[in-house]
């Protein structure tokens, strides 16, 4: 089964810019809706951002103006550009198809916004 990898979070001042990757184990072509979910501590774990292979995209509230999905299907690579960023977007975030699939769910990483 596909194994997802995310990398790219990290540390950063509110206001500030991260590029999350997530890399699949096998082509995403036939996956047509990747999305990228996060669990802040204490709380659910909810879809973020989703993208479609015809390139349709959704934002939850809370992140549209700020984040940006994009997919690479040749490089099999789901990528999220965080802007803006604030101290609610503190999370750990996940990849996975749309709807989640719970056997696909990979380590994650931590984005932490504080000053």
């Known amino acids: 089964q596909v194994q997802f990898v995310e990398s790219g979070g990290g540390l950063v001042q509110p206001g500030g810019s991260l590029k999350l990757s997530c890399a699949a184990s096998q082509s995403i072509v036939s996956m047509n809706t990747m999305g990228w979910y996060r669990q802040a501590p204490g709380k659910q774990r909810i879809c973020v951002a989703r993208?479609?292979?015809?390139?349709?995209?959704y934002y939850i509230d809370s992140v549209k103006g700020r984040f940006t999905i994009s997919r690479d299907n040749a490089k099999n690579t789901v990528y999220l550009q965080m802007n803006s960023l604030k101290p609610e977007d503190t999370a750990v975030y996940y990849c996975?198809?749309?709807?989640?699939?719970?056997?696909?769910w990979g380590q994650g990483t931590q984005v932490t916004v504080s000053s």
């Open positions: 993208i479609t292979s015809g390139g349709f995209i």
């Open positions: 996975n198809i749309w709807p989640r699939a719970e056997e696909y």
